[in-house]
């Protein structure tokens, strides 16, 4: 029979045995054999960041080397620190390095921006333009041969400097060029005044899975459903035979509505995540959002709706009390395992209605994420998982509670026997008596002493995660055991393992 040598293991075992090597030490082990080696180097060099003067001039000559650029499976652009040095970068030099990549009429008004000066040149590192030109070139080209990354994140961190990013645009146009074969993931995090320096007419993924995008509005000018509908529709509706994963996020009211309307059917989607402003049940129209669901209800398995209250005397009007009989809370979503769910602001009688609305899919649900602000109270969770559906469906759950009582452990112990962990965030935990006190080791004596008798043996629970929010609160290492003590059956503890405490 031959013999296995350590040098003719295949590459899916050492795949394995990198899996247990912490991330610090597998960037240093180029130097055991060739597999560890090609391991380390992939760690090494799998993200790249340009986002700040001194990263371009620092990664130049690492990056050179084609072997090192291949390695980067993600990129991350905050590029608008370099818009002036960008700018000074002739059209000439730069259209090689844009290979295929058009614009559509919106072509002359990118190329005005980037003609622009609102400001003396940036002169640190380099202090003559011609060192920056040959600087700035230089990063073009290695952006340009970096045709292994699968996930691209584009951010403008700072509104105010809305003139630099457009300047980027030859920057973005070369990383679509440079990933477009091999890119499965896009985030975006700008406003949407912006989009059009991003976005280029032509742009085709073939490999596309997930699109994720933050955005506001900074101007006043900006038709921001216009800007919707001529940039992100087409772009989705292009990849819509490959998309899996669509994210929407933002603190604004914007008219949605006519987006969801226009999108194609995505056969492949399995994941949607919304947030956005609500100011009232007359303002907002989510006859798109209903649309939306219905169409994908057959493939949807993870939801996230998150809806901010932007106007106080508007969301108590009347007509909100029907809020949660819209069509679009009433959609049935057969295969769905995850949903994230949460109102931001929102009075807090709308916490009671919304146990009916998340019990329509507790046969099928085995992680819920109720991601309330403010957080929900004692009452509002025990009518929320008080015959909460089959028994063994619900896997994973993640609540925030404003004031933890330790009687929480029965409620969920007794209604979900099943559950595998738990994620509980509070302001402060009480006694059962719903009693604090001024000093808080007092506190803390009364709790144990309330938790010491009890056990959950029984209970399949085997992670548990807590998080205070006030910081001045510490829990204890005895208060800690107590708990630990009454679940048994606990592995970790806030992702420790569970005898890390004990010991």
Not at 213 to 242: A, G, K, W, Y
Not at 323 to 352: I, M, N, Y
Request: glycine share 4%.
């Amino acid at each position: 029979m031959p013999t296995t040598t350590i040098a003719s293991l295949p590459y899916d075992v050492w795949a394995r045995i990198v899996s247990f090597i912490p991330k610090d030490i597998l960037r240093n082990l180029y130097a055991v054999n060739q597999a560890l080696f090609h391991f380390a180097m992939e760690e090494r060099y799998k993200s790249l960041y340009i986002n700040h003067l001194r990263i371009p001039f620092t990664i130049i000559n690492q990056l050179s080397d084609p072997f090192r650029a291949s390695k980067i499976r993600a990129l991350h652009l905050r590029p608008s620190p370099l818009g002036h040095y960008i700018s000074e970068v002739s059209q000439k030099d730069l259209q090689p390095l844009k290979g295929n990549i058009k614009r559509t009429a919106d072509d002359s008004w990118v190329k005005k921006h980037l003609k622009r000066r609102t400001g003396p040149p940036l002169t640190w590192p380099l202090n003559t333009s011609g060192e920056r030109r040959e600087a700035i070139l230089s990063l073009l080209q290695i952006v340009k041969g970096l045709s292994g990354v699968q996930t691209l994140r584009i951010k403008l961190s700072q509104p105010e400097c809305l003139e630099s990013f457009r300047m980027t645009t030859p920057l973005i146009d070369i990383a679509w060029q440079a990933c477009s074969s091999a890119l499965r993931r896009v985030h975006f995090d700008f406003p949407l005044d912006v989009i059009k320096c991003v976005l280029p007419s032509n742009l085709h993924l073939p490999n596309f899975e997930e699109f994720s995008v933050r955005f506001s509005v900074t101007s006043r000018t900006t038709d921001s459903e216009e800007v919707v509908i001529t940039n992100l529709v087409p772009f989705v509706n292009n990849h819509h035979q490959t998309l899996q994963k669509l994210t929407l996020f933002t603190h604004e009211h914007f008219a949605l509505d006519s987006f969801f309307h226009q999108l194609s059917r995505m056969p492949c989607l399995t994941s949607f995540s919304l947030t956005q402003g609500y100011v009232s049940s007359l303002q907002t129209d989510t006859s798109g959002l209903h649309s939306f669901l219905t169409v994908h209800a057959g493939t949807l398995t993870s939801l996230k709706l998150v809806f901010q209250a932007l106007g106080k005397p508007y969301v108590k009007a009347p007509l909100m009390r029907e809020w949660f009989k819209q069509p679009c809370l009433k959609v049935a979503l057969p295969h769905l395992r995850t949903l994230e769910f949460g109102l931001w602001d929102f009075p807090s009688s709308f916490s009671t209605p919304m146990g009916t609305y998340l019990k329509q899919y507790n046969d099928s649900l085995t992680s819920l994420i109720i991601n309330n602000k403010p957080l929900l109270t004692y009452e509002d969770i025990n009518n929320i998982v008080t015959g909460f559906g089959a028994p063994g469906v619900l896997r994973y759950l993640g609540i925030g509670v404003s004031k933890v009582p330790g009687k929480i452990f029965d409620l969920l112990a007794i209604n979900l026997p099943s559950l595998h962990a738990l994620s509980l965030a509070t302001d402060v935990w009480v006694t059962n008596q719903y009693r604090t006190m001024d000093y808080f080791c007092l506190w803390q004596n009364e709790f144990c002493a309330e938790m010491r008798p009890l056990s959950y043996a029984a209970w399949d629970l085997r992670h548990l995660t807590l998080t205070l929010n006030t910081q001045s609160v510490y829990l204890g290492n005895f208060y800690v055991k107590t708990i630990l003590k009454a679940l048994p059956g606990l592995q970790t503890f806030n992702r420790i393992p569970k005898q890390n405490y004990l010991d």
